[in-house]
Nanobody, 125 residues
Framework: QARLVESGGGLVQPGGSLRLSCVTS????????VAWFRRAPGKEREGLSC???????YYADSVKGRFTISRDNAKKTLYLQMNRLKPEDTAEYYC???????????????????WGRGTQVTVSS
């Protein structure tokens, strides 16, 4: 069975940085589209960034220029480097995976089949 485990969250001051990891197993990571999402209290899950198996990358406007997605297929691990963090970035962060997505729906949570349980990121002074 597919398993995705996020780590790297924590408390950070505004302007700081965090690097999240998503270690996966149980599916062909190198052939899957993988992505990062977040959910703030009282809000819907928001797609942040997607990495296609061919290396094509997508970013939401809210994080473009601050967050960087990357993948290590040998380690079956997805990363999210988060810089210049803002209080509004506070949320539970999730990784997801799918065997394929419809063009234009790369950041739609409904496109994804497998999910981790999340890691909390809190940005506060």
């Amino acid at each position: 069975q597919a398993r995705l485990v996020e780590s790297g969250g924590g408390l950070v001051q505004p302007g700081g940085s965090l690097r999240l990891s998503c270690v996966t197993s149980g599916f062909l990571f190198e052939h899957y589209v993988v992505a990062w999402f977040r959910r703030a209290p009282g809000k819907e899950r928001e797609g942040l960034s997607c990495s296609h198996d061919d290396g094509n990358l997508y970013y939401a406007d809210s994080v473009k220029g601050r967050f960087t997605i990357s993948r290590d297929n040998a380690k079956k691990t997805l990363y999210l480097q988060m810089n210049r963090l803002k209080p509004e970035d506070t949320a539970e962060y999730y990784c997801g995976a799918t065997s394929g997505v419809i063009n234009g729906y790369e950041l739609d949570p409904d496109s994804y089949d497998y999910w981790g349980r999340g890691t909390q990121v809190t940005v506060s002074s």
